[in-house]
């Protein structure tokens, strides 16, 4: 066994394909086909179901590309740390923060980031949450911030904070208690939701109310994009849509006041940041969290509404 031939298996569960897994190896197929099939002979075992279109990998096959995917990160972290001839904060990491808080979060932490480590060179990427796990299996990204993620692989989380979703309505809202609004009471048939948030409150409205659906039949659906279009369409024309509380502060004194806490029941937001296990770039990750969590108390935790 080699780790040029575990690259050659993990890239045919990628493709589901022999000839694009060697063209993305930039191998002859016959190169990879034989040393897949060598691999298999030494260990005894079958990898993938050749008879099947597209190609898929036997039961026995899916615990050994997972193995193989841990030596892999393992292999790059051993890398990692042997070429650093120091112990600053340095190198490349491609960083994915869900559109639901990147207009938001990022401004907060990525100035003191860049700041105190010169050295690192961040990429960010704002997507969809349903994008994130294919991004983190093709190693396209190192880690994610994601929200109540239910991911299928192995992976580490880190728990940030919990965010509350509130309500921005440009029209009339009858309130209980001044600026909240009893959560029961709204009609989603007339409320622009994301499509990312609305996964997350069918599951919160289903516990709380023991609704079985929560199907919103308004004919806008915004599927993909930050919720600052969707503001912009409520400022334009009227509506209401839901977003997280840190987003406060971008909203002038003006638009706070047509804000609403839920009364009673709050539906909220478990914010984690995800990473690959035997992940090479941990004091990175280490650092990326301090900043976060240095700036969400003070932004976050002790942002106000505007009374109405």
Do not use: W
Not at 20 to 38: F, H, P, Y
Not at 85 to 90: A, Q, T
Request: aromatic fraction near 8%; include cysteine.
């Amino acid at each position: 066994m080699n780790f040029q031939q575990l690259k050659y298996i993990l890239a045919v569960e990628k493709f589901q394909n022999f000839n694009r897994a060697a063209i993305a190896c930039d191998v002859a197929q016959s190169t990879l086909s034989k040393e897949i099939q060598r691999l298999e002979k030494e260990h005894q075992v079958i990898i993938f179901d050749r008879t099947r279109i597209p190609v898929v990998p036997t039961l026995k096959g899916v615990d050994l590309l997972q193995k193989a995917r841990q030596i892999l990160n393992l292999k790059k972290e051993f890398e990692h740390i042997a070429a650093k001839k120091d112990n600053k904060v340095s190198g490349k990491m491609n960083l994915a923060i869900t559109e639901i808080l990147a207009p938001y979060l990022t401004p907060l932490f990525i100035h003191n980031l860049a700041r105190k480590y010169p050295h690192l060179n961040l990429n960010i990427l704002e997507i969809s949450d349903r994008r994130t796990e294919d991004l983190l299996k093709e190693e396209a990204i190192d880690a994610a911030i994601m929200i109540s993620p239910s991911l299928q692989h192995d992976y580490y989380e880190h728990d940030l904070y919990k965010e509350e979703i509130l309500l921005y309505a440009n029209n009339p809202v009858e309130t209980i208690y001044d600026d909240k609004v009893e959560l029961s009471s709204i009609d989603f048939d007339t409320i622009l939701v994301h499509e990312d948030l609305r996964e997350i409150l069918k599951r919160q409205i289903a516990e709380i109310f023991d609704k079985k659906e929560f199907d919103q039949h308004n004919n806008i659906n915004y599927l993909k994009g930050n919720l600052e279009t969707l503001k912009n369409i409520i400022d334009q024309n009227g509506g209401a849509m839901l977003f997280p509380k840190i987003a406060i502060p971008y909203f002038s004194k003006a638009q706070q006041k047509h804000i609403y806490q839920f009364f009673g029941i709050q539906p909220t937001l478990e914010v984690r940041l995800v990473a690959s296990r035997g992940f090479a770039k941990n004091r990175i990750i280490e650092r990326l969290i301090e900043e976060i969590l240095r700036v969400v108390p003070a932004s976050f935790l002790d942002s106000h509404i505007t009374n109405h």
